[in-house]
């Protein structure tokens, strides 16, 4: 055959192959998402089915008229609550933000599709983001209490605090309901008021409805501050009561996993986390998880447990880096993934990356300078503990690591103070945390008694 014959059929031919895959690409692109079976202690519940049913409708409206910009963002919203449920969130934030994208094709300015954006982008940790597209709805309808919360979460993340509560206080009188209450328990309890928190909480679950997922989230929050003031007889009861009201509930099970390594029952507690792992893929809870399997001396299970964290926070967050229509920016998980196994440059190094982000946040602060402690650089870490103590947190975590850094950094009578707080009513804290805090803090009183407890300012 002549060449050139031959080389116009193979051109011809290429350009065959490519516009199938394209066509193919475009199809899968445009062909919005299903639900993905849940696990076994789900599916036989009534939700399920139900939820099952009503998406099955919605995508059969939305085939016949692909403009029909309720049913999809109907659909949007379902996939964000089954992300919530599952802790598939690579999937389902894929799926929601197809849907939402579909609709800003056709109105750039759809007040719901902006807010559902915003709030898939803050559950990727795009914080930065998610709050910007909170601002611009906010504008567009400023009399719609779900956009509030968005601007809550945002600020909070970014660390503008005055913002957040400002925002609280606009969403509470629009509508005082589950998700505003929960949101206003949470900015009490940044700033030191736990019995406010705690009231809030309860207002939060009574405001929602049995058995549902939002309304035993806010329990289990609230169990939460329970075990931070050190009142493990209620968080237990909360706990149970979540998983009497929503069966196979994973944060039920992790809850009473932490009151049983407080008990020091830790055969029963990695029972419990294994249960919680078998039923959502979450990465605090095998962190936890990990942690039982440290204090009951495996560490060799421990260790390849987080090793498995790692590896997955590592390539979500790749993901994310190359397509923000899929996973989370996890850098200060990944921080504190490093560092227990012992991986201190990693983890310093991923606490800067998030630090970077958003430098006004008190958790990352806190981050930051948790982990030059680790690394013994005391003095480089004072001067982050100081911007996560600016909302005066009582977060027994947070006490405890200030008192140690400012102990490692001579400022002893800080200390003692700051230990004194962070241990009192005995809260529910990593064993080895509050091991470490009770022994400086003897060894500061101890001082005191004869006569050398004094501050030393070191920067």
Not at 2 to 21: E, F, G, P, Q, T
Not at 44 to 56: F, H, K, L, P, Q
Not at 104 to 112: K, M, R
Request: proline letters at 2%; charged letters at 25%; aromatic letters at 10%.
């Amino acid at each position: 055959m002549n060449k050139k014959y031959w080389y116009a059929i193979s051109l011809v031919a290429m350009v065959l192959a490519i516009a199938v895959i394209a066509i193919g690409y475009n199809t899968r692109e445009n062909k919005l998402d299903d639900l993905l079976e849940r696990k076994v202690a789900f599916a036989g519940s009534n939700e399920w089915a139900i939820r099952r049913d009503y998406v099955t409708a919605l995508r059969s409206k939305i085939k016949k008229d692909p403009t029909d910009t309720k049913s999809i963002l109907a659909l949007t919203t379902l996939f964000v609550q089954e992300a919530r449920i599952t802790g598939n969130y690579m999937y389902y934030d894929r799926a929601a933000l197809k849907c939402v994208n579909k609709v800003l094709q056709q109105d750039s300015l759809n007040f719901e599709a902006l807010s559902l954006k915003s709030l898939v982008y803050l559950s990727q940790h795009h914080f930065a983001d998610g709050l910007a597209l909170a601002e611009k709805a906010q504008k567009i309808n400023p009399f719609n209490a779900f956009i509030y919360g968005l601007l809550i979460d945002g600020n909070v993340e970014m660390g503008h605090y005055d913002s957040a509560v400002a925002n609280a206080d606009r969403m509470v009188s629009v509508r005082p309901d589950i998700r505003s209450y929960s949101r206003i328990s949470y900015l009490r309890e940044i700033h030191g008021d736990y019995a406010g928190a705690i009231d809030a909480m309860k207002m939060a679950v009574d405001a929602g409805g049995q058995g549902d997922e939002t309304t035993e989230w806010a329990r289990i929050q609230l169990g939460r501050l329970y075990e931070y003031t050190g009142d493990l007889k209620n968080a237990e009861m909360h706990y149970t009561i979540a998983l009497d009201e929503r069966p196979g509930y994973a944060f039920a099970w992790s809850g009473l996993a932490r009151v049983a390594v407080a008990g020091k029952r830790y055969s029963k507690a990695i029972e419990y986390y294994r249960t919680a792992d078998s039923l959502i893929n979450d990465y605090s809870i095998k962190e936890e998880w990990a942690d039982a399997y440290k204090l009951a001396g495996k560490e060799e299970s421990a260790d390849s447990l987080t090793a498995i964290v790692v590896n997955e926070l590592s390539k979500d967050e790749q993901n994310s880096l190359n397509n923000d229509d899929i996973g989370h920016y996890a850098d200060r998980e990944l921080a504190y993934a490093y560092l227990k196994l012992k991986k201190y440059d990693q983890a310093l190094g991923h606490a800067l990356i998030e630090y970077n982000r958003r430098p006004a946040n008190i958790d990352v602060n806190e981050t930051v300078a948790w982990m030059y402690y680790c690394k013994k650089q005391y003095p480089e870490a004072l001067p982050y503990l100081k911007t996560a103590l600016t909302t005066h947190s009582k977060n027994p975590v947070l006490l405890c690591r200030a008192g140690l850094i400012y102990a490692s950094t001579g400022h002893r009578t800080e200390a003692k103070a700051l230990l004194e707080q962070g241990l009192a009513n005995d809260p529910n804290i990593s064993g080895a945390l509050k091991k470490e805090s009770l022994d400086t803090l003897r060894s500061l009183q101890q001082d005191q008694a004869t006569g050398h407890l004094h501050s030393t300012k070191i920067i």
